[in-house]
């Protein structure tokens, strides 16, 4: 279609345009067409790139939907399967088993929704953080306490540095981004488990969640906080919907703070992910006390 028309108006209308004017305006026209047209081509090749992206990121999301939903849910018929159709006869010990399958299966569902509604509601800036003074200490304690009773059998231990200052935040947030950290770790990390350090460094609070699996290559150390990046397992698999880190960045980035991977990380092997968040400063009232 006509995407331009150009007009040209003599300083005489009775007057006919010379050859060299007609030669120069018409090369004019010819660039600005040349131009016009580059410059949709560029638009095109843009339009075409971000639908291939969003192509390729709908191709991993429904990948993920699917391996991170119909695994636990056919476990879950499994157990319930085996736990209707046999009921007495199975051992207690057998019967416990199966229940404790359905319900760390039904858990791990729970987590997979949590994650994706996070992540939207981090991409549409709906994350509004609170501001309020965090005991970093105790928000470690109470997230152990979670992560025992949801990872019965994975080791969790802690090391908190004494007098630990206070930072500005969400305790609930901040709860939420190392529990997610736990998870990532028992799922990369193998059978030692993670290990959470808390300590001061000059004007911040340095918390770190560290495994002792088989690291990540330096390469990869910045993308394993893009959405959908998975890394393999120790066993080889890819685990979990690729969101978990992604979500953490959004947080620990909402309330004002950085997070960064490091690996190796513990005996030359491992991923260790740290955060900073600036100590908090005194209120008035109490500085001049």
């Known amino acids: 279609g006509v995407v331009a028309v150009c007009g040209i108006e003599p300083k005489t209308p009775d007057e ?27 638009g095109e090749s843009v339009k075409a790139a971000a639908l291939e992206e969003n192509e390729k990121l709908r191709t991993i999301l429904l990948s993920a939907l699917s391996h991170d939903l119909r695994t636990p849910l056919t476990s879950i018929t499994g157990a319930v399967t085996s736990l209707r159709e ?5 051992p207690p010990e057998d019967r416990k088993d199966l229940l404790l399958s359905i319900e760390e299966e039904a858990g791990r569902l729970s ?45 969790t231990s802690i090391s908190i540095a004494p007098d630990l200052p206070p930072i500005r935040g969400d305790a609930n947030l901040l709860g939420q981004v190392l529990f997610n950290l736990i998870d990532n770790a028992h799922k990369y990390g193998g059978p030692a488990g993670a290990i959470i350090h ?55 980035k909402a309330m004002g703070g950085a997070i960064t991977a490091q690996s190796p990380a513990v005996r030359r092997r ?16 109490e500085a001049a006390a």
């Open 16 to 42: 006919p345009l010379s050859a060299a004017a007609e030669s120069t305006i018409s090369s004019l026209i010819e660039q600005t067409a040349i131009a016009i047209d580059r410059s949709m081509l560029v």
């Open 86 to 90: 046999l009921g007495e006869k199975l």
């Open 111 to 155: 987590r997979f929704i949590a994650n994706m509604l996070d992540m939207s509601r981090i991409e549409s800036g709906a994350v509004a953080p609170r501001s309020d003074l965090v005991d970093v200490a105790e928000v470690i304690r109470n997230v152990l306490e979670r992560a025992k009773r949801t990872f019965p059998g994975k080791d």
């Open 198 to 252: 808390a300590r001061r460094e000059g004007g911040d609070v340095l918390i770190t969640v560290s495994d002792e699996g088989p690291g990540v290559k330096a390469a990869d150390l910045e993308r394993i906080f893009e959405k959908f990046y998975r890394s393999g397992r120790v066993d080889g698999r890819k685990a979990g919907t690729g969101l978990g880190l992604s979500i953490c960045r959004g947080l620990v």
């Open 270 to 285: 491992g991923t260790r992910i740290i955060m900073r968040f600036p100590v908090a400063s005194r209120p008035k009232q």
